[in-house]
């Protein structure tokens, strides 16, 4: 940890007097003690064993914190709970009805990186605290729409005030539980909130649904975030960023524009690819411009004095092997969800609240597997954990796809969805221990924004893959259900798939 947030909080009254070096008895021979150390050092060393915050005001951070992580999972679960009467509501086109969710996890994806700047440029408190605000006051806005335009541009916004509150979240865990074990079960917990989330968002958004309405979902968002957000303003420590003052930095627009772009354009061309047609002009065009843009923004950010995502950051270890796995857990977290709530209505014709209902063993399962992973994870070698967690995906999406009767839920959806999230927890927990481990001083925030970038770009790419599959292969279908779950088989296997080239990721190019 370096100097600046040790000293954040540390006592340094009276420090010069305490500073003179002396000699020993020996009188020929310095020991290495408080009396011979310089500032810097001893600072440094008591950083390691004395914390600067006790175990309840530590306990009471780490609950704030993990709040942001339980509601931003919350407000994409809920919102995919009520997604068909939302549809129906405010006449979505099929086509155009992932966008509800797609807005949301698009802008919460690609403002993480400026996100995660801001954190490491000024405190990550004021960050954290606006962005959550931002997503209590979006949140109830988007419960007021009454046409489709108005309610993706409230929940991009929304996702733009969620994004705001990961890497300023992550960066004062990091710095201020230092300890690695410590730190790796604050994370844990931390994953665990969303899980959380999760299961609550789900159960009350398919509730509120048929029972008041799905508006009442966003409005119990927005009445739930702004007092946790005026609460967090006075719990929150004044932590600094572990970034050296002294070297000015900025916000690089340029990059941070064709990042956006680029991920605004590729999405768009792999959601509107299913039902407007792979060789259309429009698909076509869109898919090349959003790989100019990518190709743009890693010239741009060679070239740039204060780069967004630093070039040498590619090079911390495991660093680029994580970000592309890391696409994997939110790739199938957010599929998953998505495809049960539509088979499950559409398909074996449950109500929103039987949906909701059956989709609860997720939520468990994921809380005790990120729980799990945190308390005792350290035992397992990182790299076992991390092929186990690919393994059990894997084994769940085998299953989803094979299960295209309602019979079939006890047998083999359930099974699915316990081994599922017992793969995503090590699969999550351990891609985010292994990044930040090599995150330097002074950029904790900017890794952890690239970090949940990927996962956001995997929930994000993972909706339009997965929904594009689906309905691509269903409009050559038939119209009964069984002939309609061939197009959700389809996607559950490309699921398989891609977990399938995360494995030989996680065994081949992961070093110890």
Known sequence: MSTKSTTSTLPAPDAEAQWSPEKTDSGSKEEATPSTMSKEEVVVSTSSTTPGLTGWRKALILVMLCSSQFFDIFNGASAIAALPTIGRDLHFTQ????????????TFGSMQ???GRLSD???PKPVFIIG???????SILCGVSVQPIMLLVFRAVSGIGAAMTVPSAIAMIVINIPEPREQAKALAFYGAAGGIGNIVGFIIGGVLSVEASWRWTFHLLGMATVPFAVVSWFLLPNTASSADSSVKRGMDIPGITILTGGLILFVYAISDGGEAGWATPQILTTLI???????AFFLVERVSKDPAIPPRTWFNKNFAVMFFYAWSPYWNFMSMELLFVEVFQDIFHWSPISAAVHCIPIGITGVVSNVAVGLWGHHVPMRVQLVLGQLGMVIGTILFALADRPEKYWSYIVPGMIINMIGIGPAYVGATTVAMAGAPPGEEGVVGAILY?????GSTIGIAITSSIALSVNLKQPLDAASQFTGYAASWWSLTAMHGLCLIFALIFVRK
């Not at 959550?132 to 979006?138: D, E, R």
């Not at 411009?289 to 190709?295: D, E, H, K, P």
Request: net charge neutral.
């Open 132 to 138: 959550y605000l931002c997503v209590g006051i979006f």
């Open 289 to 295: 411009l959003s790989i100019v843009f990518f190709v």
């Open 121 to 123: 440029i000024y405190h």
């Open 453 to 457: 970038t990927s996962f956001q770009i």
């Open 113 to 115: 990186v400026p996100a």
């Open 95 to 106: 086509g155009m009805l992932q966008w509800a969710l797609a807005a949301y996890t698009l």
